[in-house]
């Protein structure tokens, strides 16, 4: 295919993206699942596991291999532009009196599914056909751990705010461990992706060039706050912030990304630094439709190309994806229920937690995308993964609304946070 061909061909490709994204989001919503639930089903329906298996030659022409770069690259663009957003609503200000139980439930929610990941990886490394033939032990360890590890953060957030659960115990202590949590995650993770580097000095450039960025968004604050005075003044000053904005977004994501890490490292840094108010409300509001609705469905559609079920037909793979699903729900949800239990919140609170720390979502499939794309993990590993994040996905809003029917009793601080 031409350049021509391609770019003619890529505009079709977003509207079958938009429309599939659209229509099982809307049957999503019906059984009382997120959108973002029948966005990620999308995406899989729309790759060879569904549509590849009925009609390949449709689905062949739909998406050939060639288009796969452009696709690739509106994706990067979805995910800057979205976890830009997503650093704009990281907050650790809502912890209030109950910062030592976030503290000790982040702390669980971290460890216990990073153990179990490092043992998965070990057992899966004994296997092989699992990870690429150059990965060694110490680099599938933490990578597994860590993919394990990851909360579904937006979604976790959007839950939260869609059920008007922003003051509760549930809400407050589910948001600010799951925001460390990703934290903590994004960080093994860029300790990982060094690591992959090969070589010592550029594992320690990207290690000190990361710490270093985001040493200079702390400096840079009064930069950032001068940025968000501007808007006030004009139609046109508010064009100009906004163009200094994006500018400084994608200088944000070219950096994390030429430094070894990875380009939404830059976005979600430049986000959580930006100083919070009304302009950045309002850049929010700008970009986060836009990001959500036309560029990140891309990324569902990227990831579903690259998952194959018809690799695990051999039923012992379904075994290997049952027990990751497990490790992922044991270390999870039983560990920030039993961290919540021990901090003295009543049973319908630590599980209410537990199951939304649960879902993995989107935050999931970015981690195994950078895996794969780094040649970390193989295939066959990247489609078991996604399954596991589909299902604890699908799991967390059902099983949060059951918990939510139960009797508030067994402790008395249940209830408003601080109060």
Known sequence: MTTFEISVRFFMQLAVVLVACRLVSALARRVGQPPVVGEMIAGVLLGPSLFGLLAPATQAWIFPAVSKPVLFAGAQVGLVLYMFCVGLEFRLDLLGARWKSAAVISA??????????????????????????????????????????????????????????SGTTEGTLALAAGAIDDAAAWCVLALVLAALAGHPAQAVWAV??????????????????????????????????????????????????????????????????????????????????????????LFFIYSGLNTRFDLLANPALWVVALVALAAAVAGK?????????????????????????????????????????????????????????????????????????LPRVGSARAGAVGG
């Open 108 to 165: 669980s929610g971290i460890l216990a599914p990073f153990v179990l990941g490092c043992g998965l990886a070990w057992w899966l490394m004994q296997k092989g056909g699992f990870f690429a033939s150059a990965i060694t032990v110490g680099q599938a360890m933490p990578y597994m751990g860590a993919a394990l590890a990851i909360t579904a953060f937006p979604m976790l957030a959007r839950i939260i705010s869609e059920r008007k659960l």
């Open 208 to 297: 000190a060039g990361g710490a270093g960025f985001v040493i200079l968004l702390r400096v840079a604050r009064q930069l950032l706050a001068r940025i968000g005075a501007q808007w006030r003044q004009s139609e046109d000053d508010r064009r100009a912030a906004l163009s200094s904005v994006l500018v400084l977004l994608m200088l944000a994501a070219w950096f994390t990304d030429t430094i070894g890490l990875y380009a939404v490292f830059g976005a979600f840094f430049l986000g959580a630094a930006w100083p919070r108010g009304e302009f950045s409300e309002h850049v929010r509001g700008l970009i986060e439709p836009l990001a959500s609705r036309l560029l990140l469905p």
């Open 333 to 405: 949800a039983g560990a920030c229920y039993l961290a919540a239990r021990a901090c003295g919140e009543t049973s319908r609170t630590a599980w209410g937690i537990g199951m939304l720390m649960n879902a993995r979502g989107l935050m999931e499939l970015i981690i195994l995308n950078i895996g794969l794309e780094r040649g970390l993990i193989t295939p066959t590993l990247f489609s078991i993964l996604v399954f596991m994040a589909i299902v604890t996905t699908l799991m967390a809003t059902p099983l949060f609304n059951l918990v939510q029917r």
